[in-house]
């Protein structure tokens, strides 16, 4: 099935220790996003990456590092992961004209749940 | 500074007893509204577009309502798989960047 796929579900990291997130969509588009969403607050821009070879900072980019593998991938790196960084976080690619529900539409993948103790 | 707030927080149904859902915003030039069904465990799923005051979207039990400041979202004799959080976004500009400003969301639970 079409869609965004992130990989791992969950994942527990202690203080200081390192981790990548994995997301691909299969749906030709364009541009990817990263999120998190933490309780009582909306989905926080992290990095997006606007089309294959660019990535810039969202709102709140500090701590994260972000690669854009080609145009199915993109990854989203914790170097020094810190409790602050306890959260769910969500892949999403944005489609264009001509896709299912058309240009500007966020397709978002199911989501990693990240514990730092 | 621009922002998105949702409300109520919560909102608690019984199956058949129509509400609304609001999203009022203040952001320089609205670009596009969006709304989002979010079920637990799950990445939000697709709802609505609203480009422009006035314009109405309807889907199934839900339609969707837009003036200059705020957004509604109206459930019409809701059934309890209706029960999700549900989220609205807004696009201030037209750009590469794509950048919404999503709102906290509002619960939903739809008692039989």
């Known amino acids: 099935n079409a869609g965004v796929t992130q990989t791992p579900k969950f994942q527990v990291l202690k203080t200081g220790q390192s981790m990548t997130l994995q997301c691909a969509q299969d749906?030709?588009?364009?541009?990817m996003y990263w999120y998190r969403q933490d309780p009582g607050m909306g989905l926080r821009l992290i990095y997006y990456s606007a089309s294959e070879g660019t990535t810039d900072k969202g709102e709140v980019p500090n701590g994260y590092n972000v690669s854009r593998l080609n145009k199915r991938e993109f990854s989203l790196r914790l170097e020094s992961a810190a409790p602050s960084q306890t959260s769910v976080y969500f892949c999403?690619?944005?489609?264009?004209?001509?896709?299912?529900?058309?240009?500007?539409?966020?397709?978002f993948g199911a989501g990693s749940r990240l514990t730092v103790l | 500074e621009d922002q998105v707030t949702q409300s109520p927080e919560a909102l608690r149904l019984q199956e058949g007893e129509s509400s609304s859902l609001n999203c009022s915003y203040t952001v320089s030039g609205l670009r596009g509204l969006f709304w989002y069904r979010q079920d637990p465990g799950k990445g939000p799923e697709f709802l609505f577009t609203l480009y422009s005051a006035g314009e109405e979207k309807e889907k199934e039990r839900l339609k969707a309502t837009l003036t200059k400041k705020e957004s509604f979202l109206h459930i019409t004799a809701p059934k309890p798989e209706d029960s999700a959080t549900y989220l609205c976004?807004?696009?201030?500009?037209?750009?590469?960047?794509?950048?919404?400003?999503f709102g906290s969301g509002t619960r939903l639970l739809v008692r039989p």
């Open positions: 999403a690619s944005r489609g264009s004209a001509g896709t299912t529900y058309g240009a500007n539409v966020l397709t």
């Open positions: 976004a807004v696009q201030e500009n037209w750009d590469s960047s794509y950048k919404l400003i």
């Open positions: 749906m030709n588009h364009n541009s």
